[in-house]
């Protein structure tokens, strides 16, 4: 699927940051309550033949999440992280750990900025710094990539019919 708005992934050699940038065509508290609110953000995120989940969902200043990625009725992976701020419609910074690593501690610190641009459109920039350029490597070995892209794609047509 061809989108009018490419995703940018930013993930220069040799160094522990992965920076995504996305362009969308709705105002940015729309986008902002779809990154922030459990059942939006369960209908968008990750790859398209996965279902996510969510165990725990504080998404609030001081709070914390979890979810499970289920592939054909079956559980194939975890994630959580700690909320560090979220400052409506403007930020959300949180840690991410995906729990399919061997050792815990595998971690980044996500800032989520939502910028408001003309004609009601937003403009998503996420830079993730990860423990390691070690981490950041298999992060970006991992589907990461075609579960950004295809979650925004989910994202773009859930924005259009809210």
């Given at each position: 699927?061809?989108t009018?708005?490419?995703?940018?992934?930013?993930?220069?050699?040799g160094?522990?940051?992965?920076?995504?940038i996305?362009?969308f065509?709705?105002p940015?508290?729309?986008?902002?309550?779809?990154?922030?609110?459990?059942?939006l953000?369960a209908?968008?995120?990750?790859?398209?033949?996965?279902?996510?989940?969510?165990?725990?969902?504080?998404?609030?200043s001081?709070?914390?999440?979890?979810?499970?990625?289920?592939?054909?009725?079956?559980?194939?992976?975890?994630?959580?992280?700690?909320?560090?701020?979220?400052?409506?419609?403007?930020?959300?910074?949180?840690t991410?750990?995906?729990?399919?690593i061997?050792?815990?501690?595998?971690?980044s610190?996500?800032t989520?900025?939502?910028?408001e641009?003309?004609?009601?459109?937003?403009?998503?920039t996420?830079?993730?710094?990860?423990?390691?350029?070690?981490?950041?490597?298999a992060?970006?070995a991992?589907s990461?990539e075609?579960?950004?892209?295809?979650?925004?794609?989910?994202?773009?047509?859930?924005?259009?019919?809210?």
């Amino acid at each position: 699927m061809t989108t009018p708005n490419p995703t940018q992934i930013i993930a220069e050699p040799g160094k522990q940051e992965v920076t995504i940038i996305r362009e969308f065509d709705a105002p940015r508290e729309l986008v902002f309550q779809a990154h922030n609110d459990a059942k939006l953000l369960a209908q968008w995120l990750g790859p398209k033949d996965l279902t996510i989940v969510f165990d725990k969902f504080n998404h609030v200043s001081g709070g914390s999440y979890r979810y499970k990625a289920i592939r054909n009725g079956k559980e194939i992976a975890g994630f959580n992280g700690a909320i560090h701020e979220v400052c409506a419609p403007e930020r959300i910074i949180q840690t991410f750990e995906f729990e399919g690593i061997p050792d815990r501690g595998h971690v980044s610190l996500d800032t989520t900025l939502f910028e408001e641009l003309p004609n009601h459109r937003t403009r998503v920039t996420i830079h993730s710094v990860c423990r390691s350029v070690s981490d950041r490597d298999a992060m970006m070995a991992s589907s990461m990539e075609l579960g950004v892209n295809e979650g925004y794609e989910k994202l773009d047509t859930i924005l259009k019919n809210i």
